[in-house]
């Protein structure tokens, strides 16, 4: 299975973030699939990822909930990218978060990312790169947990497996 451990949008959010117009013809991403993800993990076999889930319920356990800003809707990963999406600010919880979870994945025996994490919620998968101008935010979200989720090959939406709430 194609897997990944996420910081979920909640509802009222993700209808606010729903809301935003997206350039065309950009195909958007489904209200209730919305999530800032913390560590894309590839395929993996579904007894090595229970096995990985105790060690994820402590993390979650010893790190406090927070919130985040979500500054500005825009191209991502740079101005003419090909992704919309809300940018996180990368407030020191959250980067201690990330930065904790992939000491633990790594006990594990997941090569770390190679890329730089820049948080970011996708509202959008566009074909070409766009010139259209960001949307400033704020908007705010609330880490309260942590969610491992499944991306069905199928291209369906994504799947929860397993959720931890925060301390």
Not at 16 to 37: F, N
Not at 73 to 85: K, T, V
Not at 111 to 118: I, K, N
Request: aromatic share 8%; net charge positive; with cysteine.
């Amino acid at each position: 299975m194609r897997c990944f451990i996420a910081v979920p949008v909640p509802p009222a959010l993700a209808v606010t973030l729903g809301q935003q117009a997206v350039p065309d013809p950009g195909r958007r991403s489904a209200a209730t699939d919305l999530h800032l993800t913390l560590a894309f993990l590839g395929e993996r076999d579904r007894d090595w990822a229970r096995r990985l889930w105790p060690a994820l319920a402590r993390l979650a356990a010893a790190t406090p909930a927070f919130g985040l800003t979500l500054t500005e809707i825009g191209p991502f990963p740079h101005r003419e990218g090909r992704i919309w999406a809300a940018r996180a600010e990368p407030a020191p919880p959250l980067m201690g978060l990330h930065r904790n979870l992939w000491r633990c994945l790594e006990e594990s025996g997941v090569a770390g990312e190679e890329r730089a994490f820049l948080p970011h919620v996708t509202l959008a998968r566009l074909p070409g790169p766009t010139r259209a101008a960001p949307v400033p935010g704020p908007w705010h979200l609330p880490v309260t947990e942590l969610v491992f989720q499944e991306s069905p090959p199928d291209g369906g939406g994504y799947r929860t497996l397993k959720r931890w709430a925060l301390q």
